[in-house]
């Protein structure tokens, strides 16, 4: 079993529209993030959210927002996309006293 | 959070050891050093930490200098699955939830050659 599984793969749509990338984890972890890695290979924390709390990095525009059903899942939905967006995001896991982060394979965004 | 300098880039012939370093002066003393890796189109992995005292797994060592102002992550036998970006990273576990967020940097790329 995928321990932090993302879903689609890739994802190729049009500037303008609104897209969301699914996130499940089946490690019992209470801390989910989105990263960012831009064409530069550069990673960068998005979100990080449990259920007491939403860390929201403030270079994310407001396009950008977690949704949460559960603890289980965090789904990342973007509205209006640009060309800019077009990137791959990580969704990782994490436990309060296990330190190590479970990260998934990610997701292809690509705005054309 | 505290930075960490590492090699942009890092070459090893295959079986043999590496030795990564990662230069971290102005850590604090409840920094924890991890270390994660990134495989050509895969998500990060985490391969090891740890706070003072050198620490082993399977997958790697760690050797954290005295002053704990450096750090060596060593791969005993490097073989050609082991080419990929390393990421040497601080996190302090004692701030709010905010600082569970790993800051990544630039890491080494490494490159075994069979």
């Known amino acids: 079993d995928t321990a932090v599984s993302q879903t689609p793969k890739y994802l190729v749509t049009q500037m303008g529209n609104d897209k969301s990338i699914k996130c499940e984890q089946n490690?019992?972890?209470?801390?989910m993030y989105w990263y960012k890695q831009d064409s530069k290979k550069f990673l960068k924390i998005m979100f990080s959210?449990?259920?007491?709390?939403?860390?929201i990095n403030e270079t994310v525009p407001n396009r950008f927002s977690p949704k949460s059903p559960d603890k289980a899942h965090l789904n990342l939905h973007i509205n209006s996309l640009e060309l800019g967006d077009s990137a791959v995001y990580f969704c990782?896991?994490?436990?309060?006293?296990?330190?190590?982060?479970?990260f998934g394979s990610g997701t292809r965004l690509t705005v054309v | 959070d505290a930075k960490t300098t590492q090699p942009n880039s890092m070459e090893s012939n295959e079986e043999e050891p590496v030795h990564l370093p990662c230069n971290h002066s102005t850590i604090s003393g409840t920094d924890y050093i991890h270390w994660y890796r990134q495989l050509p189109s895969q998500g990060p992995e985490y391969v090891i930490h740890?706070?003072?005292s050198n620490v082993n797994n399977r997958m790697a060592s760690l050797a954290i200098a005295e002053d704990r102002k450096s750090s060596t992550l060593i791969l005993h036998r490097a073989t050609l699955r082991d080419a990929a970006v390393y990421y040497c990273?601080?996190?302090?576990?004692?701030?709010?939830?905010?600082?569970?967020?790993?800051?990544f940097g630039k890491g080494t790329k490494l490159s075994v050659i069979p």
């Open positions: 740890g706070l003072t």
């Open positions: 990273i601080l996190r302090d576990p004692l701030m709010g939830a905010g600082s569970y967020q790993l800051t």
């Open positions: 990782a896991s994490s436990q309060a006293v296990n330190y190590g982060y479970t």
């Open positions: 959210y449990n259920n007491k709390e939403l860390i």
């Open positions: 490690l019992g972890h209470d801390t």
